[in-house]
């Protein structure tokens, strides 16, 4: 997640899937994998960052889903500072239930950040994992700067082990479902403590193809979760198009 994407149509679905599980009782961590921008996307002629994800602002007739939560991520986009500050302090979340982690990644310090998202998220049922583009590929090593942009397997992993459920954005990939569903189940169900696990897909396709995996620690989770989804789905989210459940058995 970057501060220039803040308030997006990809928020807005991202906010009322987190809003779905809050109601449902869980206690809420969100690890924003915040990242600064790559010096590769500023503009030559400006000097200024690209918006592309973030160009994809909420369209009016989308506000009967959750008016209040789109007119305050509307405000945001439109405001000379997009931020994920400005997130936070709009308090869209139940801030009772909802605990962040807004530190910036680093390549170099990679190792005690996420040891610091571990600690500060440790009361949490729930972690929402929101990288810039999701589960880390072979393409991309840990080295790489383009690597604060993803997952590593072993992070996923740590939350999972010890207790913990996992909702984990990925950016769709440019393949057709029946390709990448079966695709990513493989390389999902390949770390440890997914195995054995309950996964739920929920789809969100405006702007660009936003999947989110929703990886259940156990049985009672793996019912919440169900009950948020089978509700967004059968609401107004469903019936506008912002989201869908996708077959998806881990």
Same mark, same amino acid.
Not at 68 to 84: C, H
Not at 102 to 112: K, L, M, N, P, T
């Given at each position: ?16 899937? @987190?809003?779905? @599980? ?14 600064? =921008? ?6 030559? $002629? %400006?000097? %200024? ?5 973030? *160009?994809?602002?909420?369209? =009016?007739?989308?506000?009967?889903? $959750?008016?209040?939560?789109? &007119?305050? @991520? ?5 405001? $000379? ?50 990288? /810039?583009?999701?589960?880390?590929? *072979?393409?991309? &090593? ?10 590593? /397997?072993?992070?996923?992993? /740590? ?13 769709? =990939?440019?393949?057709?479902?029946? %390709? ?25 396709? *405006?702007? %660009?193809?936003? $999947? ?16 948020? @989804? ?5 609401? =107004? ?14």
């Amino acid at each position: 997640m970057q501060d220039r994407y803040a308030g997006d149509i990809g928020d807005f679905g991202k906010f009322g899937l @987190l809003k779905a @599980l809050l109601s449902e009782g869980f206690s809420l961590g969100v690890n924003w994998y915040k990242a600064e =921008p790559p010096e590769s996307e500023r503009d030559k $002629d %400006t000097g %200024t960052f690209l918006h592309e994800d973030g *160009k994809h602002k909420i369209n =009016p007739k989308y506000f009967v889903c $959750d008016e209040p939560l789109a &007119g305050a @991520l509307r405000e945001i986009s439109e405001s $000379d500072v997009r931020s994920i500050a400005q997130l936070e302090q709009a308090a869209l979340l139940n801030p009772g239930k909802t605990v962040y982690y807004h530190e910036a990644i680093s390549v170099a310090g990679r190792y005690q950040w996420h040891n610091n998202a571990l600690e500060t998220l440790a009361p949490c049922e729930i972690v929402f994992l929101d990288p /810039d583009n999701g589960l880390s590929v *072979k393409s991309v &090593g840990k080295r790489s700067a383009k690597s604060v942009k993803y997952v590593w /397997d072993e992070e996923l992993s /740590d939350y999972l082990k010890r207790g913990q459920s996992v909702v984990l954005y990925n950016h769709r =990939p440019r393949k057709k479902p029946e %390709t990448f569903f079966p695709e990513f189940k493989e390389r999902l169900l390949g770390i440890e403590g997914v195995q054995n696990k309950p996964v739920s897909v929920l789809t969100c396709p *405006k702007g %660009t193809v936003r $999947d989110y995996f929703l990886i259940a620690a156990n049985a009672e989770h793996a019912i919440q979760i169900s009950s948020a @989804l089978g509700k967004m789905v059968s609401g =107004p989210w469903g019936k506008m198009g912002l989201c869908r459940i996708e077959k998806f058995e881990g």
